[in-house]
């Protein structure tokens, strides 16, 4: 019974912000929107199927002939490659890459509905759906990004490509640059906005405790025979009674913080676009789990006897950042209460070629990136340039310094706009009512794991 309710209160909260919204496929969605869209299907080394989807060319620039560099842009964790076209043809990232004249990718990681699929295994068969949903976010990395990127190239006849990834797309970057570096030579350059890594200062103390309970709750579901977030047409399957969302928000303190923290209040239609019911593995949820309760950015830890089978040691190793060599500009807020500023720059000083950019709003939330309606031109005009520029190898920093943008979007890459990081950057606290902004809710791992705690305690 705790399981059941466990998870009924985690689709409680999806239903919530997917409520009176109409589901679009993703291409139907482009091509209403006024853009050419096409599908390509990629299967990776281990049998996974994943669909991408391409906007080949802008509203207006659409002469064939013409070289245009390409760009791959990777979706968070609960998420899929809609979130980059839902704010519509003037504000949605992907679109505002392809009227720029950029070949825009989207990807869809294993397990999502769209990458839902396998040569052999069945995720919908009660004996395969094990091994079809055992990954993790290191598999999405290690497997998946280097098909897409093999199979992009390769269709466009291209060397190298532009990434763009948000919070567990940028999450993704780093494993794949890190533990396979030879494809460092294939990314001309790495946009990560609000992308996840290390934990050592994770914001939020009451996440932080229900952190410490990740892997009772991975083994006690999967025991329980769930090892999938939302399968599809889940909701339907619950009763209606369930879902009365604003009952359990006022129904006590722990469940008042939690949908605070949903921003239940705040959810727009736009945001519902991007969260509806793409899918995940529990295990994605367990890995960074896992990361935030030993404040360590480490591959999957499966206790000492199961490291020391799979990697040789009692330990899980650490994802080492140095052997990143392409060119990588980190984009974070203060208002983001999954990823502190501190945690951005270590990363940056990590890394043999980055920069750390702050989004000129402090209201400017983790899921703003892909979700709020200044975005464009907060975010992406300034990714637009970078990208453009990218080719002058002055416009990013061999990591002698810290660097922190700080400017509006007007300011290019590498201007006298840029400032020293400070030893003692931190986060501040999110206001009650940031204005503006979207909210940090589905899209990310931790709040699933919170809502799992307060049912569970």
Same mark, same amino acid.
């Given at each position: 019974m705790a399981v059941l309710k466990l998870f009924a209160c985690v689709l409680l909260m999806v239903v919530a912000t997917n409520a009176n919204y109409s589901v679009y496929q993703t291409i139907e969605k482009i091509k209403a929107d006024g853009f050419e869209a096409e599908s390509h299907k990629v299967t990776t080394s281990d049998g996974y199927i994943l669909e991408m989807h391409r906007i080949p060319h802008?509203?207006?620039?659409?002469?064939?002939?013409?070289?245009?560099?390409?760009?791959?842009?990777m979706h968070g964790f609960m998420s899929a490659s809609q979130a980059f076209v839902m704010l519509g043809p003037e504000k949605s990232v992907a679109y505002n890459l392809a009227d720029a004249g950029f070949d825009v990718w989207m990807g869809n990681a294993r397990g999502t509905?769209?990458?839902?699929?396998?040569?052999?295994?069945?995720?919908?068969?009660?004996?395969?759906?094990?091994?079809?949903?055992?990954?993790?976010w290191e598999e999405i990395g290690m497997l998946d990004l280097p098909a897409m990127i093999d199979y992009i190239l390769k269709t466009t006849g291209k060397d190298q490509l532009h990434?763009?990834?948000?919070?567990?797309?940028?999450?993704?970057?780093?494993?794949?640059?890190?533990?396979?570096?030879?494809?460092?030579n294939k990314i001309a350059s790495a946009h990560l906005l609000a992308g996840v890594g290390y934990q050592d200062y994770f914001p939020d103390e009451q996440l932080i405790q229900s952190a410490s309970m990740t892997d009772v709750i991975y083994y006690?579901?999967?025991?329980?025979?769930?090892?999938?977030?939302?399968?599809?047409?889940?909701l339907q399957m619950l009763p209606d009674d369930i879902f009365q969302w604003p009952a359990y928000c006022l129904g006590n303190k722990n469940m008042q913080y939690m949908c605070q923290i949903f921003g239940i209040s705040r959810i727009t239609n736009n945001y519902?676009? *991007?969260? #509806?019911?793409?899918?995940?593995?529990?295990?994605?949820m367990a890995h960074y /789990?896992?990361?935030?309760?030993?404040? $360590?950015?480490?591959?999957?830890?499966?206790?000492?006897?199961?490291?020391?089978?799979?990697?040789?040691?009692?330990?899980?190793?650490?994802?080492?950042?140095?052997k990143i060599t392409t060119f990588v500009t980190m984009h974070y807020t203060l208002n983001d209460n999954l990823l502190d500023e501190r945690d951005v720059?270590?990363?940056?000083?990590?890394?043999?070629?980055?920069?750390?950019?702050?989004?000129?709003?402090?209201?400017?939330?983790?899921?703003?990136?892909?979700a709020a309606a200044d975005a464009k031109e907060l975010v992406t005009d300034y990714i637009i340039e970078e990208i453009k520029n990218a080719s002058q190898e002055n416009n990013f920093t061999d990591?002698?310094?810290?660097?922190?943008?700080?400017?509006?979007?007007?300011?290019?890459?590498?201007?006298?706009?840029?400032?020293? *990081?400070? #030893?003692?950057?931190?986060?501040?606290?999110?206001?009650?009512?940031?204005? /503006?902004?979207?909210?940090?809710?589905? $899209?990310?791992?931790?709040?699933?794991v919170l809502s799992l705690y307060v049912v569970l305690k």
């Open positions: 802008g509203r207006t620039n659409k002469d064939t002939t013409e070289d245009r560099p390409v760009v791959l842009a509905k769209s990458s839902r699929a396998h040569v052999s295994l069945n995720p919908d068969d009660a004996v395969q759906k094990y091994e079809f949903f055992d990954f993790s990434y763009i990834g948000h919070s567990q797309g940028g999450t993704v970057l780093l494993v794949m640059a890190s533990m396979l570096p030879e494809y460092n006690t579901a999967l025991q329980a025979g769930a090892v999938e977030l939302f399968p599809p047409n889940s519902n676009a *991007a969260t #509806d019911q793409p899918g995940a593995a529990l295990k994605q /789990g896992q990361n935030i309760r030993d404040k $360590l950015f480490r591959r999957y830890h499966y206790g000492a006897a199961g490291n020391q089978e799979k990697y040789g040691s009692e330990l899980p190793p650490k994802y080492d950042l140095s720059l270590a990363m940056v000083a990590d890394i043999p070629r980055a920069v750390a950019r702050q989004v000129a709003r402090t209201s400017f939330e983790h899921v703003d990136f892909v990591n002698d310094q810290v660097i922190v943008v700080d400017s509006p979007p007007t300011s290019a890459p590498g201007t006298d706009s840029s400032t020293e *990081a400070p #030893d003692d950057a931190a986060s501040t606290p999110a206001p009650d009512d940031a204005p /503006g902004g979207a909210g940090t809710m589905v $899209l990310n791992v931790y709040l699933i």
